[in-house]
T-cell receptor, first 111, second 112 residues
């Protein structure tokens, strides 16, 4: 069966520091991968999605970037965090345009 | 531009009640619609996926219907339990963007 992992589970970082969040999927090949952010009191916002290694589409211009160095690995990064980057970050995967499955999330607090 | 709305925003019911959560979307050109559950501080759990050609899907006490032409879906929860307390999100996979568009959710509380 397929599983999706995210780490770390929680993170507290100062403004201006770098960020790296990792997501890995097991039990499937060539999945579509997604990064979402859920800010307090707001809905889910799609940040990036990837249909293959090295293929990244950005949905919203922002302070973040994403990379997919391996088939089942998706990384969310920032060179310098802003206060507005705080939120709950969720990774998800799907096989094509089908059911999406989400990871447990990373709670990021920028101080 | 596809927009997804969920009504009500919050709902509090006694244990044992049958309840209906509503989801509406503005563009009927969708591949599928998905219902999720989110517990506080947790990720999303997929409950049901309805393809655009289907009218309903069932899983245990949950039944989701889809009326694509009118842009509506309902999630029916039978014999609600305190463990059903969570936020329920619907999302449509829209043909024009190939991405999931989420509603803002219904926060459900079932009290004993």
């Amino acid at each position: 069966s397929q599983t999706i992992h995210q780490w770390p589970a929680t993170l507290v970082q100062p403004v201006g520091s770098p960020l790296s969040l990792e997501c890995t999927v097991e039990g499937t090949s060539n999945p579509n991968l997604y990064w979402y952010r859920q800010a307090a009191g707001r809905g889910l916002q799609l940040l990036f999605y990837s249909v293959g290694i090295g293929q990244i589409s950005s949905e919203v211009p922002q302070n973040l970037s994403a990379s997919r160095p391996q088939d089942r690995q998706f990384i969310l990064s920032s060179k310098k965090l802003l206060l507005s980057d705080s939120g709950f970050y969720l990774c998800a995967w799907s096989e094509g345009i089908n059911e999406q499955f989400f990871g447990p999330g990373t709670r990021l607090t920028v101080l | 531009k596809q927009e997804v709305t969920q009504i009500p925003a919050a709902l509090s019911v006694p244990e044992g009640e049958n309840l209906v959560l509503n989801c509406s979307f503005t563009d009927s050109a969708i591949y599928n619609l998905q219902w999720f559950r989110q517990d506080p501080g947790k990720g999303l759990t997929s409950l049901l996926l309805i393809q655009s050609s289907q009218r309903e899907q069932t899983s245990g006490r949950l039944n989701a219907s889809l009326d694509k032409s009118s842009g509506r879906s309902t999630l029916y929860i039978a014999a609600s339990q305190p463990g059903d307390s969570a936020t329920y999100l619907c999302a449509v996979n829209s043909e024009d963007t190939d991405k999931l568009i989420f509603g803002t959710g219904t926060r459900l509380q079932v009290f004993p």
